[in-house]
């Protein structure tokens, strides 16, 4: 099973770019987050004529997360199980004998503001979940945006963006907390390099051009899932098309 994530960044603005990475790779699921879009406005049809079908949580000018699937979805359910809002940050489903978890995690905005006190509680949170809902014996993967550089190889300035809401130590220590549960870094099982990036921010005009950017889209799974990982990648191309998001996607590979 082929599985990609991928923060959209306007799912309407992003639909020649998302059916082009559609038609080369063939994921059997794409988790998508920032759809910023109402589910009534969510653009379907595209993905309908592609094979797949849409179990989607979102909002207008913010946030959302939706999972595309060419293979049936089971028990979908959106939001964590302890708040009545935000709910438009988490959808989880059963999809092939995974149990799927996309999110967006909160960015932050800045560590000295209550917007990163959230995001941290937002992460332990998490933690809760996970625990309440899975077994490390079950075959999890959890997948997204997560606004989390994991270590100083997944920033190309990690010394000048210690301060950052998506590499403070805060921050990577509320992730760290969420993969202590039982979990796996699937890119990093098959990649050890520097410099392998997912995000590079437009205000950056040559971001991608001198490879300064971020790996804060994850996939992470439970044992006995990562043992199944055949491959796993990101693929910059995306990022280099007309109108791309600032992120591009990253894709895993599992023998089921």
């Not at 991928?6 to 794409?30: K, M, S, W, Y």
């Not at 949580?57 to 595309?68: E, H, L, R, T």
């Not at 959230?118 to 332990?124: E, Q, R």
Request: proline share 6%; hydrophobic share 35%.
């Amino acid at each position: 099973m082929r599985v990609a994530t991928f923060n959209v960044n306007g799912v309407r603005a992003r639909i020649p770019v998302i059916t082009r990475f559609l038609r080369q790779h063939e994921p059997d699921v794409l988790c998508l987050q920032e759809t910023k879009v109402v589910d009534e406005d969510f653009p379907v049809e595209p993905f309908e004529k592609l094979g797949y079908e849409c179990a989607i949580c979102g909002q207008k000018s913010y946030n959302g997360v939706a999972i595309i699937s060419r293979v049936p979805m089971k028990q979908v359910t959106t939001g964590l199980d302890d708040e009545p809002f935000d709910h438009t940050r988490l959808i989880r489903a059963r999809v092939g004998g995974i149990h799927l978890i996309n999110t967006y995690v909160p960015q932050g905005r800045d560590v000295e503001t209550e917007h990163f006190r959230y995001k941290l509680d937002w992460l332990g949170r998490l933690r809760g979940f996970i625990e309440r809902n899975y077994t490390t014996r079950q075959r999890m993967l959890w997948v997204g945006d997560i606004n989390v550089a994991p270590e100083p190889r997944d920033v190309h300035d990690p010394k000048g963006m210690m301060n950052h809401p998506d590499f403070h130590p805060d921050a990577r220590a509320a992730l760290a907390d969420v993969v202590a549960w039982g979990l796996t870094d699937v890119f990093r099982k098959h990649n050890d390099e520097d410099g392998q990036y997912s995000f590079y921010d437009y205000r950056n005009p040559r971001s991608v051009k001198h490879n300064s950017g971020w790996r804060v889209d994850l996939m992470h799974a439970t044992r006995a899932l990562a043992n199944r990982c055949t491959a796993a990648r990101i693929d910059i191309k995306p990022r280099t098309w007309k109108r791309p998001s600032d992120h591009t996607p990253v894709i895993a590979e599992f023998d089921l």
